[in-house]
């Protein structure tokens, strides 16, 4: 039976049948004949994912200082029903990836179809062909409870498998290096002894050329940015493979102006990924107490952070938001502990600061659906039936990735205590998470399993016209720092939803005028670390009640 594969864009793709692979390592031979004639290198890049279709890019963009492309680039992907259609979409040109960086499409488009240095495949034949072979493909980590990261599992597989597949298919000589973020450990102990094993199966003596160097990429503006023009760090299995590594990225990578970090041991590299994901999750959980007792306090904590920033050593302070996402920060301290006892073999716990920000961060979303509960209920409308409108979908401002964002949790727990949800994001158009709740992120783990009454979010669709959002709302709630919320006009946003409204804002995105205008239109107005909101109200009140007064005092002089 034939099998499709579909893109986000609903277009069709047959996946590829037997008969299909030999004639396609067939056109990739022809093309690396001639690729090789003209003296470029040939990098295989696993996993054309978030990461792998850029830095595929990226690396196929490399030029000598002629300007002649230096290498050639076979983007992979395995043909499964749910990424093949990455595969025809960068044959054709196109990113198989949501990007906001302008950089993006150019680039692809100009690998691919003028430069011709830039090809996609789902042949693991193609793994026979490389000098160099770039392993950008999910190493996850499980969790089996909400808000409690230490009950759950690193899921190796499709790393493992691709190492097992990799060691399979190249030459003795070619360098494989892994940039997947992967529990420190697994380059030296896991990857190493597979595809060692597999090498000596093949009769091939020597071992393989293995090194890691991890990705510091942003999503957003400065995607590519982020891959070629930031600072690396890397280290390799033995000398031969640290050189090998230090010249790939020297010639892809700016090292020139964001020189390289070389480390003895790839331990070193998969640990300080590790590090430094774990210490942004653990400055943005520590805030959460801060942000609570701010509100209870009348403490405005975004001009508190506002005033440390100012302190060069404290530049880097930032407000959490409702809840800290995006792929890496979730899970990354999550890969380290797991490593440290079923790697390294530790029975004691000796890690406290890093899971408890992990459950700090993956909870902390879930104070919005009070503070919502709280605004209506100040407004004597009851929660449960009202119509709410979440402003952002992404895990941050002006992009559209909602990988583990805040906001699903705000959703789903809102739904959860009968409230209508209804979402407005201008650069997601289908929050898979919901529409696919049955199979998204995994059939297994969707956060769906955690919240009771969640049936209905598969129908959730992400509204595009903000007017249209609003009309009829009961409450707003600012959830993302997306450059179209920041000025709205509190008159046009009460006008528009058509009563004054419960206003929740969960990233200082209202100023104190919005706030104080929202009050007097009648709205509640509640924040995330934004105590101060009550003396806002508390002033508009007294206003209004002086305001009062001077009339009805004028009213009696009228009348005497
Ligand atoms: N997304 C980010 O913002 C970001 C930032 C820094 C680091 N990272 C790290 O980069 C790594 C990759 O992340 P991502 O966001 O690109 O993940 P992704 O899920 O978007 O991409 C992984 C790709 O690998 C493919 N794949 C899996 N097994 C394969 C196989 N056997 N053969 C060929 N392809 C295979 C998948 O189909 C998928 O397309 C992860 O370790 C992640 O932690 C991600």
Redesign the pocket.
Known sequence: MKQYSISPDGEKFQLPEPNDYAREFERLKNIVHDQRDKGREIVVV???????AVMAAVVADTEDENGNPLKFVIG???P?T??YW?IPLLNRGLPPVQAEDPEVLPMIRRCVNEKQTLTATFTYDALKLADVVVV????DYLKESLGDVKNGQADMA?LE??LE?IAEHITPDALVLI????APGTTEQVAYPIMRKVFRKRGIESDPLLAHS??????GKHYVASIRDFWRVCSGTNEEATSRVVKFLEEVINTDDYPLTVLNRPIESETAKIVENSYRATILAFLDEWSLFAERNGVDLIKVLEAIRVRPTHSNIIFPGPGIG???LPKDGGLGMWAYRHIHGFEDDIFKITPLAININDTRALHVAQLTRDALRNMSRPLAAAEILLLGASYREDVGDTRYSGSELIVRRLTEMGAELRVHDPYVQHWWEFEKQDEYPSPTHSLKRFFRSQGKLTDLHVEQDLSQALCGSDAVIFAVRHKHYLDLDPDKVVETAGSPLAVIDCFGILDDTQIKRYFELGCEVKGLGRGHVKRIKDQVRAEREEMLLALSAGRQADST
């Open positions: 696993m996993g054309v994912g978030f990461v792998g992979m992907q395995r499964s749910r990424s990455k950008d493909v999910q190493c499709a498998i691709s597949i940039e997947t973020t992967v991890f990705e510091r990429v942003m999503p995006g792929y890496c």
